[in-house]
């Protein structure tokens, strides 16, 4: 498979490896200093790209791998809110995009029971509810994108929260979530459940990006041939 890297970073350099690892040919690398690539032979030759950059410039990424009619994996957060703009692109020009918060295997599973103890602890309004995520100090986004994606598995069950809210409870309906930027930490994510006899907590811990490029590459195996909207509940069913 042919695939194009856009954000030539220290992720893309870990999904190159892995991609060529995996028997794949990199055809394209476009970064800050050369963003004309994204109108080359070699970029439109792409069965897909995959992008890892800044939320600033992720959507403009797409929407010109759009053009060059290549489909885009994406690991990019901090964007979101233009999600509905590029879904009606998808939906007009038959283009594709797949998006994730995360692309760790892990994750997704801790994602999924994160949903399954949320609906449990809903019968338990003594128990309140925060998270804590840590990331390396170069990430952009707080809270993380994978932070704000296990808030809405929350508040999508249990009643008694409503909305999430950075760092501190506002009002008790408020999930709060804190984060921290230290060192060269991955990602770091937990949830705690606390009453006043107890507490629930579960964590996932990532020891290094490995997981976050290969999933990606999967991800972009996954998406050539596809059409539309894809995420990792499309890839692993679950």
């Known amino acids: 498979m042919k695939i194009a890297l856009i954000g030539y970073g220290k992720m893309g350099k ?6 060529l690892e995996r028997g794949h040919e990199i055809v394209s690398k476009v970064d800050v200093d050369n963003l004309d690539d994204f109108d080359s032979a070699a970029f439109k030759s792409a069965d897909v790209a995959i992008e890892f950059t800044v939320p600033q410039v992720a959507v403009s990424n797409i929407k010109r791998a759009f053009k060059s009619n290549v489909p885009v994996v994406c690991g ?20 594709t995009l797949f998006w994730a918060s995360n ?23 003594e128990y309140n509810v925060e998270m804590t ?19 809405e598995g929350i508040l999508e069950n249990i009643d008694r929260k409503d909305n999430w809210a950075k760092e ?13 930027r230290e060192g060269q930490v991955p990602g770091i994510h937990t949830i705690r459940y606390e009453s006043a006899v107890d507490s629930i907590e579960m964590t996932h811990d990532a020891k290094s990006r490995e997981g976050f490029a290969l999933g990606a590459v999967v991800a972009a195996e996954f998406t050539a041939g596809k059409k539309g909207l894809l995420g990792m509940s499309d890839l692993l069913k679950f």
Do not use: C
């Not at 692309?103 to 309004?125: E, R």
């Not at 501190?168 to 921290?180: G, H, Q, W």
């Open 76 to 95: 990019t957060t901090g964007w979101t809110e233009a999600l509905p703009e590029l879904k009606a692109i998808i939906d007009a020009e038959g283009k």
């Open 14 to 19: 870990i999904i190159e490896r892995i991609a």
């Open 103 to 125: 692309f760790s295997l892990g994750v997704n599973i801790f994602m999924a029971v994160n949903k399954y103890l949320a609906g449990i602890m809903n019968q338990f309004p």
């Open 133 to 151: 995520e840590v990331h390396h100090t170069q990430k952009l986004d707080a809270p993380s994108g994978t932070a704000i994606t296990l808030a």
């Open 168 to 180: 501190t409870e506002t009002k008790p309906t408020d999930l709060a979530i804190k984060s921290i």
